[in-house]
């Protein structure tokens, strides 16, 4: 099986309705991407104008988070399936969801299963803090990560699984793991997944991916795409990182 590229972003708490709009808006009007998958995550309150805005483009919408419970008395949260109403994937475990919302490994288990349940494309983050990364922990960190979210599920549940490897010292620093590192630890992950017989699973790289680095990083055989963070807020730039990927 061939792994699929993909380049999704990650707007996190950033752009006013207007702007997004506006980077939707020039997302639509590119011609179409070869060989790769592009699809944006924006914050909640502009997951239907967006979604308007993109029409038939065929690039994807994501959510962000979802809440680890189907439904009840959760003042605040959204379910797997009201995000499902409209979106196309969900970002699972992020960094700063396990560190800022105190999400554990079994947090983000419960929310792969939500995920599944309605057909949203789980795209499960990992990664090591660096002081993990200083002690030599990382393969350690990753691996229970990944180990422990894919606990109970059955193959033919994750046929639409990516996983996005984001060392959590390179998120927002400007700090970005060497492409050799990157790779190393995407292979990693590849590794671990196919001792499970998971074949053609996209592993893709986050922390700091710019115009700049994206086509070295690409280069690399174990990275297959990216999760974009700041850059995905810049049309001009994101689109310089889609067209690194294309195959």
Known sequence: MTT???VLGNWKMNTTLEEAIEIADRLREEP???GVTVG??????????VKKALGKSGV???A???AAMSNGAFTGDVSAAMVAQLCDFALVGHSERRAMHGETDDVVREK???????????????????AERMAGDQERVVLRQIHAVLEGTENEQLDQLVIAYEPVWAIGTGQTASPQDASAMCGLISVALTGRKLIG???LYGGSVTAANAGTLIGEENISGFLVGGASLKPDDFLTIVRAAQV
């Open 112 to 130: 792969l299963l939500r995920a599944l349940e309605v057909n949203l494309i789980p795209v499960v983050c990992v990664g090591e803090t660096l």
């Open 60 to 62: 994807l919408l994501g």
């Open 201 to 203: 699973i996209p592993v």
């Open 4 to 6: 699929r590229r993909l």
């Open 40 to 49: 944006i995550a924006p914050p909640f309150p502009w997951l239907q104008p």
């Open 32 to 34: 179409t991407f070869s």
């Open 64 to 66: 962000q988070t979802f």
